[in-house]
């Protein structure tokens, strides 16, 4: 939303399966943050990049991967390691400081079938 | 670990009405914010309210801070059918502000 782009919308992945959800921006924002969101729940912090080709874990990044290679762009890889990926996820986009909002996307409907 | 929770987890209020949710959270912090989120889509930013703040209003909405009790109150006022939604609370800890820490929301839906 507001220049930030997730494809897919839904997704639908097979067991054991690697998959890559995208967020594109195009705000000029440093910093990138990829959330997941449980039915019911609040959103949980998976990765955060403050800056090209450097990266953080956040509270549950075990069973997912990123890159920074540029700046507007933070893929997400869920993979065969994560054991219950069904969820929605979300990324969001920060201006440098501390007292800045959240811009987020639409998000991205992951299934496990 | 979720820094922030929110009380309650559900709320159902008729239109006009006002609606109150709180915020709790653990540790210090440099800002706290507020989000909506629509069923199914991505949080909206609603409003920042900084640590050495106490109160702070956006047309209908009332944000106030207690930084001794760790807590946050979001008040909407005269409320409307298109304010239901989940709204977040969300924090910026003090040394790593960068991040941001979203608690587990409260469901509102505004009855017409």
């Known amino acids: 939303d507001g220049g930030i782009t997730q494809s897919p919308k839904y997704l639908f992945r097979k067991e054991g399966q690697n998959v890559t959800l995208s967020c594109e921006q195009n705000l000029n924002h440093d910093a990138m943050y990829w959330y997941r969101q449980d039915p019911g729940q609040g959103l949980r912090l998976i990765y955060y990049?403050?800056?090209?080709?450097?990266?953080q874990k956040g509270d549950i990044a075990e069973g997912y991967s990123v890159s920074r290679e540029k700046k507007e762009s933070f893929p997400l890889t869920v993979t065969s390691a994560q054991k219950n990926p069904t969820a929605f996820y979300l990324c969001?986009?920060?201006?440098?400081?501390?007292?800045?909002?959240?811009?987020f996307g639409q998000g991205t409907r992951l299934t496990v079938v | 670990s979720q820094q922030g929770e929110e009380d309650p987890q559900a709320l159902s209020i008729q239109e006009g009405e006002n609606a109150t949710m709180n915020c709790s959270y653990k540790t210090s912090i440099n800002n706290l914010q507020w989000y909506r989120q629509n069923s199914g889509r991505g949080l909206v930013h609603l409003i920042l309210i900084r640590s050495n703040e106490r109160e702070k209003h956006s047309g209908r909405l009332r944000v106030t801070l207690d930084t001794s009790k760790k807590s946050s109150s979001l008040l909407i006022t005269a409320s409307r059918a298109a304010d239901t939604a989940s709204y977040f609370c969300a924090t910026a800890p003090s040394g790593s502000a960068r991040q941001l820490t979203f608690g587990s929301g409260t469901q509102l839906t505004v009855l017409p």
């Open positions: 990049s403050q800056i090209v080709n450097d990266f």
């Open positions: 969001a986009t920060r201006r440098d400081g501390v007292e800045t909002e959240a811009f």
